[in-house]
């Protein structure tokens, strides 16, 4: 199970009521919205491994390189590297890396890399070894990593952890019209993603894009289609999909997620059979009135420990 981790904490936060704080009267609602979701996700889907990914970087020179417009209205006002981020949410953070070192979840970034392309070096290299894999996460744009021949799948939190959608292919083409995750990041290079700072192809929607990949075989057929007079493609989306043509050069830079990450292999133990550190998982929970939440993890990663054994 990989985590996207800002996508939880961030949910978290604004799920959680600010009221919630530690004994001292810092704001806590974030972790302690973090940690249960994590029990929940735990419990409801057994893993035999869990790492929480983290945005190391959160918008990649190579990205910005590519559009400049990446992620753009995200930033500080000012910054040219600081996302903006709500004030009381910031030093919670620090937290959950703590808690988390403390419980012996494993955390891995790197440097210049967003946490999608951590997820996606890691689904892919347990999916290589036969390992079935599930990413949780509120991003559609991970849906390109679900595979169903190698058993990639999305747990995605629009709705909640509670309300979970699972995304397999079947999904995709009910929700989407598009056959497999690779279609999806080539759908959705055409359709584009305001929230990401992409502009996508003016006047191409979802089921346009679909449609066109479909009858052309995909992102490469249809721009060579574009560049040939003698296909059948109307006159409106030729002219439209010529125009972006320096666009649709550079955004599957952006869109793609990246499989190759040097991340390391050994990420510690699968699934914490208990705390890596009692002491300091101890003091955490008392600083930050975390107790109960902490529990809740420690039960599910106990309850899920008990499934693994009735399976063997």
């Known amino acids: 199970m990989l985590l996207d981790s800002a996508s939880l904490y961030f949910r978290a ?3 959680v009521p600010s009221s919630v704080t530690a004994p001292d009267g810092s704001p806590v609602n974030a972790v302690r919205g973090f ?5 929940t996700l735990v419990t409801t889907h057994p893993p035999t491994r ?9 918008r990649p020179e190579f990205r910005v390189q590519a559009i400049p417009s990446y992620k753009a209205h995200r930033l500080v006002p000012g910054s040219a590297v600081v996302e903006e981020s709500p004030e009381e949410l910031t030093p919670q953070v620090p937290v959950i890396v703590d808690v988390l070192a ?9 440097p210049g890399f967003e946490a999608d392309d951590v997820m996606g070096t890691l689904a892919e290299r347990a999916a290589s070894s036969g390992t079935p894999v599930d990413v949780v996460t509120g991003d559609r744009d991970l849906f390109q990593l679900v595979d169903d021949q190698r058993a990639v799948r999305v747990l995605y939190t629009g709705k909640g952890v ?5 995304v397999d292919q079947a999904r995709l083409r ?3 019209d598009v056959a497999s995750g690779r279609d999806y990041a080539e759908m959705a290079v055409l359709r584009g993603d305001p929230s990401d700072g992409l502009p996508g192809v003016p006047g191409i929607g979802e089921k346009t894009a679909a449609g066109l990949l479909r009858r052309f075989g995909g992102l490469a057929g249809l ?3 574009v560049g040939d007079p003698g296909t059948s493609i109307a006159p409106g989306q030729r002219a439209k999909l010529a125009a972006a043509a320096d666009y649709l050069a550079v955004a599957p830079t952006v869109v793609d997620v990246v499989l190759d990450v040097p991340v390391p292999d050994d990420l510690g133990d699968a699934l914490p059979s208990g705390p890596a550190d009692v002491d300091a998982l101890t003091e955490l929970a008392d600083r930050w009135g975390l107790r109960s ?6 039960a599910a990663f106990d309850q899920a420990h008990e499934a693994a054994a009735d399976r063997d």
């Not at 869990?50 to 959160?58: H, K, N």
């Not at 403390?102 to 790197?110: I, M, N, S």
């Open 13 to 15: 936060f604004f799920g």
């Open 35 to 39: 940690l249960d979701m994590v029990a």
């Open 50 to 58: 869990l790492v929480a990914c983290w945005d190391d970087d959160w």
């Open 102 to 110: 403390a419980l012996g979840v494993a955390r891995v970034g790197h």
């Open 162 to 166: 509670r309300n979970l959608d699972v």
């Open 174 to 176: 009910a929700r989407y």
């Open 223 to 225: 721009l060579d289609a």
């Open 293 to 298: 939440s902490i529990n809740r993890v420690l």
